[in-house]
């Protein structure tokens, strides 16, 4: 068996360990997937302990993204442009490759799994954190109408945008800076969430027919999913979907071998 496994801090509530245990029975991989607690001084020491315990390849989680990203021997382009490392792929002995397939996911699970065309449509990313930079390239490739990035510190989101603006049609704004704009998709990457939040944004923001999405999951529905069916979205869903299609592209950049995931988000519903 391969040794794999997620590292965060908390670990406990990661669905990692369920959904790669699944693809792995699926593909028929010799992979063993573990969890471990991530000292919050000594993330290096965990990864290079895991390494000489024959570790072949780790998914990381918050808080460790950015340390695993300066970590890295080698980076994707995503994971460059991210400034934020998911998935850490074992290329030597000592050697790792650092990539982030949060975004592949993302857009995957919209535009695969839901049926969503990203070209073309005007979308607004609500949030100028990690959970936003990790996708926001994968997004403008696309190639969108037009991404706004809002954020409640205007400062992040606009320094967001301008490292990001090679790669499509982007801009940066404050919260209260979205008065009179119309979005047929808004994707949140705030944490508002974890604390039972919406990020404030005017009740006019979203398109008549437009789509809602959540990067936070949840067995029920999630703060900003409330606010689109508020707010007639025609659809408003939360992130389970992106969940699983990370992990399958990390199955991928380790074993060469793309799951399917739909069986997964199925069983992960129950
Ligand atoms: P993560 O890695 O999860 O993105 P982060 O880097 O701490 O975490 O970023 C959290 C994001 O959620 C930020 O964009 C934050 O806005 P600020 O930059 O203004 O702090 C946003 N956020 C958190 N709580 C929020 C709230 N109640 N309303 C709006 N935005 C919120």
Known sequence: MDKYAVIGNPIEHSKSPEIHRAFAEQTGEPVAYGRILGSLDDFVGDVRRFLADGGQGLNVTVPFKEQAW??????????????????????????????????????RDLTVNQGFRLQGKRILVLGAGGAVRG???????????????????????????????????????GLEELEGMQFELIINGTA??????????????????????????SNNPTPFQ?????????????????????????????????????????????
Request: aromatic content about 6%; overall charge positive.
């Open 70 to 107: 300066r970590l890295a021997d080698e980076l994707s382009p995503k994971a460059h442009t991210a400034g934020a490392v998911n998935t850490l792929i074992r290329l030597d002995k000592n050697r790792l490759r650092g990539d982030n397939t949060d975004g592949v996911g993302l857009v």
């Open 135 to 173: 996708v926001i390239r994968p997004l403008l490739e696309q190639q969108p109408k037009r991404v706004i990035i809002a954020n409640r510190t205007a400062s992040k989101a606009y320094s967001l945008a301008n490292g990001v603006a090679v790669y499509g049609q982007v801009a940066g704004c």
């Open 192 to 217: 508002a969430g974890l604390e039972g939040k919406v990020p404030s944004i005017p009740d006019s923001v979203l398109a008549k027919g437009g789509w809602c999405y959540d990067m936070l999951y």
């Open 226 to 270: 409330a606010w689109g069916y508020e707010h007639q979205a025609a659809r408003s869903l939360d992130g389970l979907g992106m969940l699983v299609e990370q992990a399958a592209e990390s199955f991928r950049l380790w074993r060469d071998i793309l799951p399917e995931t739909s069986p997964v988000i199925a069983m992960l519903r129950g």
